[in-house]
């Protein structure tokens, strides 16, 4: 336990030190690129990972979120109230999308929030009128909460570290909650826990509000860090891309995700400066993850690791029968 | 009027192109109870393997449904290797199967990029069937008329494949319950493969036909498996006459929306989805809720 504490408190000075040790911005913008994703992973993975609801249009969601914000500043309207609408237009979008996609679990539910994303992806794509078709919106600027700027990459940074904060706790609070219990109940026995009086629909609506509120934060901290929005950000590659997030740093887990996002951004930042294969990549590593490691990779190679543990020490046991 | 009548066949011409993409996916779906999310890609890969032959590949040049034929052949083969090799290494794992076939599509998807680039391919119509049919003051493309054709003879062939043979009896027991098939001695995972190889096929078949129409285009795939998903969940999986029905339903939206409301022409295959899920969400002729 104490070694966790003293984990715990070694990451957190290094996150909130990191702006005065990276030796550039580019580097500071991936770290802070990393942090929203990770708010992004953790909101799917209250769903995918302990709801077992594995939704394949979560970036719609995102989107959705990144989108109004882009379009209500566009308007004319403040950074205050077109984060608020935002936030209230994703959570409306959330719970028809839950309302939707919650008839089916298990692979119907893939099924559906992957149409449903798609849906939303060719609106943002052919309704030119609002969206702005392939051209997208630009954003101007970025809030001055209290007067302080965030133009520059570090105020940018903290905030992205603050909001990463507050979901990374939202997210251990819920897990631990009787509701994050409950979901967890509903993933492993859904007819059980029915027959035990719990209303398996209304826990896996709550649940898909959090993750959907999560992921609407994390679609306006993009918008305001890309100052842009275009159709590509709602695209199946990027709900896909999330996923991996999740799965890739172990489902179900609270720093699963957070690994994940790293992992996925790097490879992503990294890749694209040699490679403009990054979708052919992002396939490869989903099938071989899926595939040979479907626990995640801090568990899966763990369990490798065993693996290999054992293979080396049994020959040897064999030896010792022979002798 | 006119504009209507014209509307109506390109409707049941491109519901007919969904049919044959969607029959395929419906039935994996139904046997194997996974959306095989590559079927956009298939159907893009066969379009761009007919593509090819058509225009020529290794100074052979090919005549078009012998090129068809061949596209579909080659991705049968390579849907019966992706379930060999990838999906039966995941038994009883729906979600890890559908991830790979998710994977799996950006994979084809980039590739396919990298060997025909971005460009649009077109393919050109085949010659018999260049022209029009006149009824009275209007005219009907021959080849769209054509698409129709072939698709009602593959309907009619799929229903007679089910319906009336020993293999079709197996997959209909499948279908329906695939631990009580096994029991009785059917060979399930045999089954898999040859649906997933039909199913393929017809996927590509329909890409390479639906190619003059529709032309070859990176991102073919991801217009056309949303497509298939919503026929899929509107007529219900693993049901023939779902797909058949499903497909003449957004066949007719797709096209109406694209001419009367060109903006929202994707959001309004959203209507019948949220009233099929609403009212029976295992579809209008499901036999189970996915």
């Known amino acids: 336990m104490s070694a966790r504490i003293i984990a715990l408190v070694a990451a957190a000075a290094l996150l909130i030190t990191l702006p005065f040790w990276m030796p550039g911005v ?298 | 009027m006119t504009f209507y009548l014209v509307l109506t066949v390109n409707s049941i011409t491109f519901g007919g192109l969904l049919f044959l993409l969607s029959s395929g996916f419906s039935l994996i779906f139904g046997l194997m109870r996974i959306p095989n999310l590559t079927h956009g890609s298939l159907f893009m890969l066969g379009a761009y393997f007919g593509a090819t032959f058509v225009g020529g590949l290794l100074g052979l040049v090919f005549n078009f449904w012998i090129a068809a034929l061949l596209g579909a052949i080659l991705v049968a083969m390579f849907g019966a290797a992706l379930e060999r090799l990838l999906l039966r290494r995941l038994p009883g794992q729906p979600s890890a199967q559908v991830l790979v076939t998710l994977g799996l599509s950006f994979m084809v998807a980039d590739f396919s990029l990298m060997v025909w680039g971005g460009d649009p391919l077109s393919v050109q119509t085949p010659d018999s069937l260049v022209g029009f049919v006149r009824l009275g003051p209007l005219a009907f493309p021959l080849y769209r008329l054509a698409i129709i054709g072939i698709a009602a003879v593959v309907a009619i062939g799929l229903w007679l494949l089910l319906d009336r043979t020993r293999i079709g009896a197996m997959i209909r027991a499948g279908v329906d319950d695939p631990d009580m098939a096994r029991v009785v001695g059917i060979r399930v995972s045999q089954l898999f493969t040859t649906v997933f190889a039909l199913g393929s096929g017809l996927a590509a078949f329909a890409g390479i036909i639906g190619a003059p129409i529709l032309s070859v285009y990176p991102g073919l795939d991801q217009d056309m498996l949303p497509l298939a998903l919503v026929v899929v969940i509107i007529g219900g999986s693993g049901s023939l006459l779902g797909s058949f029905f499903g497909s003449i339903i957004i066949g007719f939206i797709y096209n109406f929306g694209q001419a009367l409301l060109p903006e929202l022409a994707y959001f309004v295959l959203f209507l019948p989805m949220l009233l099929v899920l609403l009212f029976k969400p295992q579809g209008l002729f499901g036999r189970f809720v996915p």
């Open chain 1, 26 to 323: 580019y580097y500071l913008n991936v770290a802070s690129q990393i942090l929203f994703y990770a708010v992004f992973a953790i909101g799917l993975n209250i769903l995918a990972g302990y709801g077992g609801l594995v939704s394949l249009g979560h970036a719609a969601l995102f989107g959705i979120a990144a989108y109004a914000t882009g379009y209500l500043l566009q308007h004319g309207f403040g950074h205050p109230a077109a984060i608020l609408i935002a936030l209230v237009v994703a959570l409306a979008s959330t719970a028809l999308y839950a309302v939707l996609s919650l008839r089916a679990s298990g692979i119907g539910y893939i099924m559906i929030t992957l149409a449903l994303g798609e849906i939303v992806w060719g609106l943002a794509y052919r309704w030119i009128s609002v969206t702005g078709g392939d051209n997208g919106i630009s954003v101007h600027g970025r809030p001055e909460p209290f007067g302080i700027s965030l133009t520059s990459a570090g105020a940018f940074y903290y905030t992205c570290l603050i909001v990463f904060v507050f979901s990374m706790v939202a997210g251990a609070i819920f897990v631990r909650s009787p509701l994050g219990a409950a979901l967890k109940g509903t993933r492993d026995q859904p007819r059980r826990m029915n027959a035990l009086g719990y209303h398996v629909w209304a826990i896996r609506f709550w649940a898909s509000m959090l993750s959907g509120l999560l992921t609407a934060i994390a679609g306006v901290l993009f918008v305001y860090y890309n100052q842009f929005i275009s159709p590509q950000t709602l695209a199946l590659t990027a709900s896909a891309e999330v996923v991996l997030m999740v799965i890739a740093g172990g489902a179900s887990t609270l720093f699963g995700p957070v690994v994940g996002a790293a992992l996925v951004v790097i490879v992503k930042n990294v890749v694209s400066g040699y490679l403009t294969r990054w979708n052919f990549l992002l396939g490869a590593i989903f099938v071989a993850i899926v595939i040979l490691m479907p626990e995640g990779l801090v568990p899966g190679s763990a369990r490798l690791w065993r693996l290999a543990w054992q293979r080396m020490r049994q020959p040897r046991k064999g030896a010792e029968a022979e002798s």
